[in-house]
């Protein structure tokens, strides 16, 4: 396998070039990239193929790569002051491929309930039940592959710009069990408890919500969820999840942390609601701590909830912002 080059611009890094060779793959692209399903398929249509993953650490040295490359060529050009928003399409094409594959592995989870449901235990149904499994294994695998090699890219992008990369946007037991049919549904049980996990976790939580607009030193952000961090190292990080400003940069801290982050979307079936229920979800969470930055009176109303509840607060003005900016 050919391997991926690199293009550097000191001694400093071609010396830390030569330690992540040395050093092998980070934690997360080694557990990204180990195979959990024998026979891969994406795709129904698709052969089953048993071939290995790629390579973690070429995986993860040709992603740093892509993104610093842009830079590398454009830099002292005319077209200098538009490799930042090359590079952000780099970033933002993994990480809608991984939202893709996501959607994709819902959708093959749903077959596999359907089927468990249905499952009669012929030969006919139990094969097909398998098939639908090893897809959405396939799928899940994917998936993680791909969110790793978005994240990779998208610190490498905060490297190169002091920015941090944001996106535009972040179930009755039948009596007839076969061996296979008790298979899938521990698959499923595992998936869906994976799934309580991550949008229900069990750790500390801290919730977090900001104003969209006039907000650009993420500096002063990150920097308050670093000191809650320290004091709290298994938070889990709940936000309002708006695709720009605070939101955006309080989720590539937790990206660049790897703290997991909850997103509470808006329920938009709630009309003019629907941003008061969703303060109503993060303060049933009953936080251990919140920070809450100037915004709009979604945010000031949450700011009530978090002082009437008696939660420990950071508040955030963008007069904090421009004092920090001055010093």
Request: glycine share 6%.
């Amino acid at each position: 396998m050919t391997k991926a080059i690199r293009s550097v611009r000191s001694f400093t890094e071609i010396a830390e070039f030569l330690a992540q060779e040395t050093a092998g793959p980070t934690d997360d692209f080694a557990h990204s990239f180990t195979e959990t399903v024998d026979g891969f398929r994406i795709s129904i249509a698709d052969e089953v193929v048993t071939s290995d993953l790629p390579d973690a650490l070429q995986v993860q040295l040709a992603t740093e790569m892509l993104v610093r490359t842009m830079f590398d060529v454009l830099r002292d050009t005319r077209l200098e002051m538009l490799s930042d928003r090359l590079a952000w399409g780099i970033v933002h094409a993994f990480h809608r491929v991984a939202g893709q594959l996501d959607g994709e592995a819902d959708k093959a989870a749903l077959k596999v309930r359907d089927l468990i449901r249905d499952a009669d235990g012929s030969e006919v149904m139990m094969g097909e039940l398998e098939e639908a499994q090893t897809l959405c294994q396939s799928l899940d695998e994917a998936r993680e592959a791909v969110a790793c090699m978005r994240d990779h890219a998208a610190a490498t992008f905060h490297s190169e710009t002091g920015r941090p990369w944001s996106s535009p946007r972040g179930s009755l037991v039948s009596g007839k069990r076969t061996a296979s049919v008790i298979a899938a549904q521990d698959f499923l049980a595992a998936r869906r408890q994976r799934r309580i996990d991550q949008h229900h976790p069990q750790a500390p939580i801290v919730i977090f919500s900001g104003g969209a607009e006039g907000w650009h030193d993420h500096a002063l952000i990150w920097e308050r969820l670093d000191a809650i961090r320290a004091r709290i190292p298994a938070m889990v990080l709940a936000t309002t999840a708006q695709e720009k400003g605070c939101d955006a940069m309080a989720a590539a801290w937790a990206a660049s942390r790897n703290v997991r982050l909850v997103a509470f979307t808006l329920n938009r079936k709630l009309g003019a609601q629907a941003g008061f229920r969703r303060n109503e979800q993060l303060l049933a969470l009953c936080p251990v701590e919140a920070v809450v930055a100037q915004g709009s009176g979604l945010q000031s109303h949450l700011a009530r909830g978090v002082r009437a509840k008696g939660i420990p607060a950071h508040f955030i003005t963008l007069a904090n912002q421009r004092e920090a900016a001055s010093r």
